[in-house]
């Protein structure tokens, strides 16, 4: 009886810690994932430091005092489930200016899917991590959708809360190529 009542109060422990740890921090939530609709939009003119990407189509609208970012263009890759051959696409991250070797500020990272290619990640025929749950599209235009990783922001790097109120605010806007 007293083993059951310890293993009980242990359980009970696990999830009142979990509960609290799911309310202190709390993670990003995007845009619907299911989302078809192309969208074109502008940047608000509230926002006058943004970074253009014309390649892809997007702006990403930052707050006054990330001038001074920087881009690092890397790629993703995806672990296909044996369906299809591997998939990969750019991958841009866009730097705190505080950022140094030294200390590592939180990227803002994006995704850049085809089309063709988001419409298979859905479909579950690739990962592009072991998360439990997929990428978040953030927005998209008639060739490209963008795309937040699952978990970018879960090593807590310096300045991680305020990379997710940015993304929070829906910086990104996309347009037609």
């Known amino acids: 009886m007293k083993n ?8 009970a422990l696990i999830i009142l810690i979990g509960i609290g740890f799911y309310l202190f921090y709390p993670r990003t939530s995007i845009a619907p994932v299911g989302s078809s609709q192309t969208q074109s939009t502008t940047p608000p003119a509230a926002s006058p430091l943004a970074y253009t990407n014309s390649d892809y189509g997007f702006t990403f609208s930052l707050p006054n005092d990330w001038k001074g970012y920087s881009v690092v263009q890397s790629t993703w890759t995806g672990t296909p489930d044996g369906k299809i ?6 991958k841009i991250l866009i730097r705190n200016p505080n950022w140094t070797d030294a200390n590592h500020y939180e990227d803002i990272p994006v995704l850049v899917f085809t089309l063709a290619q988001w419409s298979s990640y859905q479909a579950g025929d690739f990962q592009v991590s072991a998360a439990p749950f997929p990428a978040a599209e953030m927005a998209r235009n008639n060739k490209y959708v963008f795309a937040l990783p699952p978990r970018w922001d879960y090593d807590y790097s310096q300045g991680y ?9 829906k910086p990104l806007h996309p347009f037609n190529l």
């Open 161 to 169: 809360q305020e990379a997710d109120a940015i993304v929070q605010s």
């Open 4 to 11: 059951n009542q310890k293993i009980l109060i242990v359980l």
């Open 85 to 90: 051959t591997p998939q990969s696409g750019p």
